[in-house]
């Protein structure tokens, strides 16, 4: 069974710093999958964060993001990160992975995923 597992998630300070991994499980090539980052928000849409595809060479975030984020993957752990800095109250959610076998690069919709994480939560307040 394939299975995403999130960690990381905490209450922090304005302008503080968290790394958020996404543990994979029964996933027999890892490195053949795509992984995005998402959040959702109280009250609002899930949307993507970043994305990695399997190769590593293609990286994508959201304009939000750039330059606060950055996400990597180490395919020996079968674990993707997502390292994230300056964080600002906005950018509090539930932050989930997701894998989708592929060899298309970054971005992908959310519909071509095919296995989803049950999110860890971010939230960043004073």
């Known amino acids: 069974q394939l299975q995403l597992v999130e960690s990381g998630g905490d209450l922090v300070a304005p302008g503080g710093s968290l790394r958020l991994s996404c543990a994979a499980s029964g996933f027999t090539h890892f490195d053949y999958y795509l992984i995005g980052w998402f959040r959702q928000a109280p009250g609002k849409e899930r949307e993507g964060v970043a994305c990695i595809d399997s190769t590593g060479g293609s990286i994508k975030y959201e304009d939000s993001v750039k330059g606060r984020f950055t996400i990597s993957r180490d395919d020996a752990k079968k674990t993707v990160y997502l390292q994230m800095s300056s964080l600002e109250p906005e950018d509090t959610a539930v932050y989930y992975c997701?894998?989708?076998?592929?060899?298309?690069?970054?971005?992908?919709?959310?519909?071509?995923?095919?296995?989803w994480g049950q999110g860890t939560q971010v939230t960043v307040s004073s």
């Open positions: 997701a894998a989708d076998r592929t060899v298309w690069t970054c971005p992908r919709a959310q519909e071509d995923y095919d296995v």
